[in-house]
């Protein structure tokens, strides 16, 4: 059977969240969302991002975390803007659009949005009935191409937004891998501080399934629950959600967990770069994706399974690496060992 770097959710999770959910099965708890785990999962949240006030929900998966939050905080003529690989754009199924909100794209190297690539939409999208209103900012944390916001980028991302009266939504699918990232320089506190809502991923870092929706502005707290019972989202079951969350937080395990994706993924990383290969954007997160020719790619895809990513010329290809929290060192030294064998 081939390994697959194709993505980090294909095992199911780590081993003490199993534990847990058996441990407390037969435990008679309240439903959607107000059982025990849920509230003390949450507590341990609010307690990391040092902001007591903090509205948070857990939903199932990131584009319904996405869907929820957009749909919610945008009034019906109001729009998002987005990096052109931003993930509501292009792996979402018109999700956002489907409930009657455009998604206006921004064309960036790096995936990551700056104030002076904003600042053309909203000039071209004036204050008239004519055109939907720029009003939320979508980021995500690491970005689909492994990339990562530094503090400063931040900073100055989360001023131009309040001096413009938009808000900052940060998509944390893959959080853990940023904020652990070797060259990063960002808290969580921090992130909580400098964007309106956010997300920490569990789905991609060693939960079954889950995501913690953590709303830091209080105008667009009041009636969230609405919206995730209205939108079919809100567990009868919550528990199932708050155990996984209570478990990710309890000695850093969803840190701990993303480190040793991100340590997996820049093992290959330098390896292939000792050997002179390229890479299609400088990363330091769990995604990494070297350019390869065809018959590099040809023979490493018969041993293992990944992502070709981006067409470079007649001759190479960008492929998409991703390791997980699981992902084991023999399969890391196997993939190395055999890149070696045939990279010219």
Known sequence: MKYSFKNDYSEGCHPAILEALSRYNFDQQTGYGEDQYSLKAKELIRQKIKNDHADIYFVSGGTQANLLVISSVLRPYQSAVSASTGHILNNETGAIEATGHKVLSIETEDGKLRPEDIVPVLENHGNIPHQVMPKLIYISNS???????????????????????????????????????????????????????????????????????????????QDFGFNIKQKGALLAKGRLLGIQFLELMKNDLYFKLADHANQQAMKIKNALQERGVAFLSDTYTNQIFPVLDRHTIRVLSEKFEFYVWKKVDEDFSAIRLITSWNTPDEAVDDFIQSAGKVIR
């Open 143 to 221: 970005t689909e191409l492994g990339t990562i916001y530094t503090l400063e980028e931040l900073e100055k991302l989360s001023d131009f937004c309040r001096k413009n009266q938009l808000y900052l939504f940060m998509d944390g699918a893959r959080l853990g891998h940023a904020l652990t990232a070797e060259m990063n320089d960002l808290t969580l506190e921090k992130v909580a501080e400098l964007t309106d809502i956010f997300y920490l991923g569990g789905t991609k870092n060693g939960a079954l399934i889950g995501e913690a929706i953590i709303i830091n502005n209080k105008d667009l707290q």
